[in-house]
């Protein structure tokens, strides 16, 4: 090959190295990677965003955000930006959820989760900064509550988490067995309605009598229908101890405990006649020479049927309704025959004499 072939093939072949170097070098480009706020400036020949990232050794996850999109193409001077998702155990008002936030601190993710107010309680410093592998976050928000204690109902706006955190920022004391609607560590939500029961147990004794038995002696020596109290019946008493509760002033329970007896009943002894009594003619019972027919006539003018002007006293002998029944007679004594008003007359002058007729009385005796 002559000499001067040789020069231009090499020349040639010099350009080509130096064109080709040339084309690499203007295919780098400059692109500004901002990942999680901190920007830092890489030269790459990627094509695309998504090659970037490979590149840098980053790979988006579902929750990140890549701006622009991992398929767009890079040129010379752009910017990529890489916001890393931190998982977050959200608790707001006891109600637990998984959510993922772009946040860098507690408080850039409180306002992308839309919890800006000031007065919300947080778990956390709202400057504390949230890990990659994300934490547990709790949040109370103030709302009202109806609170019910001794009697006043009022509506509170709290940021207290629980039932037993409200009645702790009230002021608010338990006895030992007071009562609440809501268990203390039951979460408070919105409206909610928290009661107090004040509760009082205490023991109570009540006595009750014990009624006496009547214990009746046949009398041989006594007539028919004569009944005698030889001992007065007294009554005993017992008292029964009970468990009482009261609730906000109202008994709302009772259980007896015990019952004991304090005083033995003592029992009423009568004797009770068994004689037979004397009969008159007709079968009834006499009254062995008294004068019935003066007292009769004295009383009443000796009608069976007569009346009282007040209506109280009635028959022969007049009897009140409630003496009449006392002596065995039923129904109206003006009602009975003769006979058996007599009968009872003799009946009632057998128990109390004579003075139960105080003005005619005496002529029982003429």
């Known amino acids: ?6 020069s231009v093939l090499f020349a040639l072949v010099l350009l080509g190295l130096v064109g080709g170097s040339a084309a690499y070098v203007a295919a780098q480009k400059s692109v500004t990677l901002t990942v999680d706020g901190q920007a830092h400036e890489v030269r790459t020949y990627a094509g695309t965003v998504g090659d970037v990232l490979e590149e840098e050794g980053l790979q988006a996850q579902s929750h990140d955000v890549v701006l622009p999109d991992a398929a767009s193409a890079v040129a010379d001077g752009d910017t990529v930006v890489l916001n890393r998702a931190r998982p977050l155990t959200l608790t707001v008002d006891g109600v637990q959820s998984e959510v993922y936030v772009t946040a860098l601190s507690v408080d850039e993710a409180l306002a992308q989760l839309g919890y800006r107010a000031e007065d919300l309680v947080v778990s956390a410093s709202r400057s504390e900064r949230l890990p990659l592998d994300g934490m547990e976050l709790s949040i109370t928000t103030p709302k009202p509550v109806t609170l019910v204690v ?6 509170v706006t709290t940021t207290a988490a629980t039932a037993g955190d409200l009645l702790a920022e009230q002021g608010i004391a338990l006895g030992a067995t007071d009562r609440t609607s809501m ?26 009598p014990i009624d006496y038995r009547t214990v009746e002696t046949e009398d041989p020596d006594a007539f028919e229908g004569d009944e005698t109290v030889t001992q007065e019946g007294v009554e005993g008493e017992q008292v029964t101890t009970f468990r009482v509760t009261v609730t906000d002033g109202v008994e709302t329970g009772r259980e007896q405990l015990a019952t004991t007896v304090t005083r033995e009943p003592v029992d009423e002894l009568v004797t009770v006649g068994t004689k037979q009594r004397p009969v008159s003619a007709g079968n009834k019972p006499s009254a062995d020479g008294l004068n019935w027919a003066a007292l009769a006539t004295c009383e009443s ?3 069976p049927n007569a009346v009282s002007s007040s209506g109280t006293y009635r028959g022969m002998y007049q009897f009140s309704q409630a003496t009449w029944n006392a002596v065995g007679g039923s129904g109206d004594p003006a009602a009975a025959s003769a006979d058996e008003q007599t009968y009872r007359a003799q009946l009632l002058y057998q128990r109390s004499g ?13």
């Open 1 to 6: 090959m002559p000499r001067s072939l040789k």
């Open 150 to 155: 001794d009697g006043q109902e009022r509506v």
């Open 183 to 208: 268990y203390p560590d039951q979460a408070l939500l919105a409206h909610m309605r928290l009661q107090v029961f004040r509760v009082q147990v205490g023991e109570v004794v009540v006595p009750t």
């Open 301 to 303: 003018g000796g009608r």
């Open 354 to 366: 004579a003075g139960q007729w105080p003005h005619c009385g005496p002529r029982l005796f003429t």
